[in-house]
């Protein structure tokens, strides 16, 4: 019996503990493929704040429902949810509604124990942002940017030119998508760190899907950073262009172009029946016959 209870006893331990591995690695990989673009699981921030001792800043019920939607938070008039809004250049966290409750757990889990030993800030200190490198960019690191952008040059491995989606008010460019951001001051927003860590792995589902399969380089990301560094620097002195207008443009153009070829074939359409001619040349042998 003792042997049998034991054997028991150890099933069960193998079990929990391959039950928590499983659970760390899912939410590794949860946190890299959602959060990586725009936290760190340190104090360093990039888009959004760094993670590192979040689950003692804040309930694990409150870190759900603002990982699920913040906005909805933000509307609700919670002070916490507008605080970090503001404090982050009121960028708008993705909603991420469809994560259950477990695996946002299993995120918070695996970022707790990347900090486990470490000396992290509590929620009564006040954080201080990481040194960062200034990145000198040459010219030619921002004309391959540009042209990477607009589809000059394409992409090593076979992505989608950002055009298609984004506008960015440049002059040497013409305007672009209407489909997501305008990207003319995505790097006063985001700065260096923010746009390599979304070009790189975007958390914004279409674009994730558009560059499934076909990841950027490195040097395309910092060819890009480059470009959208010098069109906010530059932004101001540039032509404004609307997409918009270029489209309802396009689309009048468009409208009276059918309209005059429809003209055209009204004035030619046949104005007499297909038949007339045979019935007045039977109406004129009639009236032959009877004179």
């Known amino acids: 019996m003792k ?4 054997k028991i006893s150890l099933i069960t331990a193998l079990s929990l503990i ?12 949860l946190f890299r493929s959602k959060c990586a673009a725009c936290h760190s699981v340190g104090t360093s921030k990039l888009v ?12 694990q019920e409150w870190l ?8 909805k938070m933000i509307a609700s008039g919670d002070l916490d949810a507008i605080a970090i809004f503001e404090e982050f250049n009121k ?11 477990e695996e946002i757990i299993s995120m918070l889990d695996y970022i707790k124990a990347e900090n486990s030993g470490s000396d992290v800030t509590t929620s009564t200190e006040v954080e201080t942002e990481e040194p960062v490198a200034v990145i000198e960019y040459t010219t030619e690191d921002i004309e391959n940017g540009k042209m990477l952008f607009s589809g000059k040059k394409r992409f090593k491995n076979g992505g989608p030119t950002c055009i298609v989606c984004h506008n960015v008010t440049n002059n040497d460019i013409m305007v672009g998508g209407l489909l997501a951001k305008d990207l003319t001051n995505v790097y006063e927003r985001l700065g260096e760190a923010g746009i390599s860590a979304i070009v790189s792995i975007s958390p914004f589902p279409a674009m994730a899907n558009s560059y ?4 950027l380089t490195k040097n395309e990301v910092r060819e890009l950073t480059a470009f959208f560094k010098y069109a906010n620097k530059v932004s101001e002195s540039q032509a404004k262009k609307s997409g918009f207008k270029l489209i309802a443009g396009g689309g009048i153009l468009g409208l009276l172009i059918i309209l005059g070829l429809v003209s ?11 038949k007339k001619d045979i019935f007045s040349r039977q ?3 009639n009236d032959s016959i009877e004179s």
């Open 18 to 29: 391959t039950t928590i591995s499983v659970s760390a690695q899912d939410g590794e990989a």
């Open 212 to 215: 499934s399969g076909k990841p």
């Open 64 to 71: 759900i429902t603002w990982i699920k939607d913040s906005q």
């Open 283 to 285: 109406l004129k042998g």
């Open 264 to 274: 055209i074939l009204w004035k030619n359409r046949k104005k007499e029946s297909t």
């Open 3 to 6: 042997s049998i209870a034991k």
């Open 91 to 101: 960028s708008p966290m993705i909603p991420f509604s469809d994560l259950s409750d």
């Open 48 to 59: 959004g704040p760094g993670l590192a001792g979040i689950s003692d800043k804040r309930t």
